[in-house]
């Protein structure tokens, strides 16, 4: 009562700098007590803050393709923590480079996390990326990391804007996640859930809860923040923070059990919503075809000052990106209408063409010798047909069997 008063004058503003003074120990005190009284309600009456025993789950909804023009997209809300995830696909020129003191590569697989103030209803100016923001997204980037495939010609970029949150909202992010690489028809080896896990322990009796799916106040109360993330075969990221100086086996083991449980709660509620990713990505999404050519070809297809490449995507309209690497020249065509993706797939194949003996070609004419004709068999190889070899009987002429202009087939025999 006296520490209510208290709060009262305070919010009145009738304190002397004194009566000031104190008011903080009154309120550091209320605070001790909060704690106090929360802890022993969980460990010797297994209830919690918001009434949930320590192994229970809140609520779960899962939403999918939520816009029209997105890729993929999903909305994942487990009590008072949403993630609304949005999955980009995009070519190799969209790879997140890295260029660091250690580090210089390139990620084909990258993820975002944003945390606004409004998601924990405060009002403050938008700042740069907080060390928090990165933290969280980096972990749950690790997590779907191991189920994005490898040979995927896509770069692919999960952008996460969390709009409310009362506890892990970056095991929220992994969820909304797979549901967004699932929507945008990412073949991931197998959805990813991510629980947090708490503890409430008495270094005296040692008695101890573990509690799944922990709210914020319950992870400043607490002795520990175990987020845990995996699919049913096992886990593919987790991060702890510990207040206490250590864990027994035992704690360890039951946690670890207790957020396995928790975890293929969430996955049976992400594969309600969508069972397996979509087959295909969804009508408007581009479409990546990649082809490998020899090396050799890489300066014709470019062109000089890069004029043939530059007239091909304008031509089939579509994104065409060469890379060398040591099996050859790797080339992405990215493009929407089917028929000018393979309109430019055939123009790169005839400037890479690379003619095989014993194969069988169509072939024109191109002019007549008298010891034999030259064939195009493509637009930058001519081969010739000796006049031993047209027909089975002796020709006089080359003329009295082929024509300028004609178009016979043709194996090819031998290369010089």
């Not at 008495?202 to 914020?216: C, K, M, P």
């Not at 607490?222 to 035992?250: E, H, P, R, W």
Request: aromatic content about 6%.
């Amino acid at each position: 009562k006296q520490w209510y008063q208290r709060r009262v004058a305070i919010t009145a503003g009738s304190l002397s700098e004194e009566e000031l003074a104190h008011s903080k120990e009154y309120q550091s005190a209320f605070s001790n007590l909060q704690k106090e009284i929360t802890r022993t309600q969980i460990l010797n009456h297994n209830i919690r803050l918001d009434g949930r025993k320590s192994d229970e789950i809140r609520p779960i909804e899962c939403e999918i393709d939520l816009f029209p023009s997105a890729h993929g997209s999903a909305l994942f809300t487990r009590g008072e923590t949403q993630s609304l995830s949005t999955a980009t696909l995009g070519t190799s020129l969209d790879a997140n480079r890295i260029d660091t003191v250690t580090t210089q590569g390139e990620e084909r697989f990258y993820l975002h996390y944003n945390f606004p103030p409004f998601s924990t209803g405060e009002a403050r100016p938008l700042r740069g990326t907080s060390r928090r923001e990165v933290g969280h997204g980096n972990l749950a980037q690790r997590a779907l990391t191991r189920v994005v495939p490898k040979d995927s010609p896509y770069t692919v970029r999960v952008l996460s804007e969390i709009l409310e949150s009362n506890g892990s909202s970056s095991m929220a992010t992994v969820c909304a996640g797979t549901l967004a690489l699932m929507d945008a028809g990412i073949q991931i080896a197998a959805p990813v859930s991510g629980i947090a896990m708490g503890l409430v322990s008495d270094e005296t009796t040692g008695n101890f809860a573990v509690l799944s799916d922990i709210l914020g106040d319950e992870d400043a109360m607490g002795d520990m923040d175990f987020k845990v993330a995996g699919t049913k075969k096992g886990i593919t990221a987790c991060q702890m923070d510990i207040k206490i100086n250590g864990l027994s086996y035992d704690i360890l083991s039951t946690a670890l059990e207790q957020s396995k449980k928790g975890r293929w709660h969430i996955l049976d509620k992400i594969t309600d919503t969508i069972a397996a990713p979509r087959p295909t990505v969804k009508d408007g999404v581009p479409t990546i075809v990649t082809k490998i050519i020899d090396k050799e070809f890489i300066g014709a297809i470019i062109g000089p000052g890069g004029k043939v490449i530059q007239g091909l995507q304008q031509e089939t309209n579509t994104t065409i990106v060469i890379e060398e690497k040591e099996d050859g020249g790797h080339v992405e065509i990215m493009g929407t209408d089917q028929a000018m993706i393979r309109k430019a797939i055939e123009k790169i194949e005839s400037i890479a063409f690379t003619p095989e003996i014993g194969a069988i070609y169509q072939g024109k004419v191109k002019s007549i010798k008298p010891f034999g004709a030259f064939i195009a068999i493509a637009p930058n190889y001519e081969a010739l047909l000796h006049i031993s070899e047209i027909t089975w009987e002796r020709l006089e002429k080359v003329e009295s069997v082929l024509k300028e202009g004609q178009t016979i087939e043709v194996k090819l025999v031998g290369k010089d």
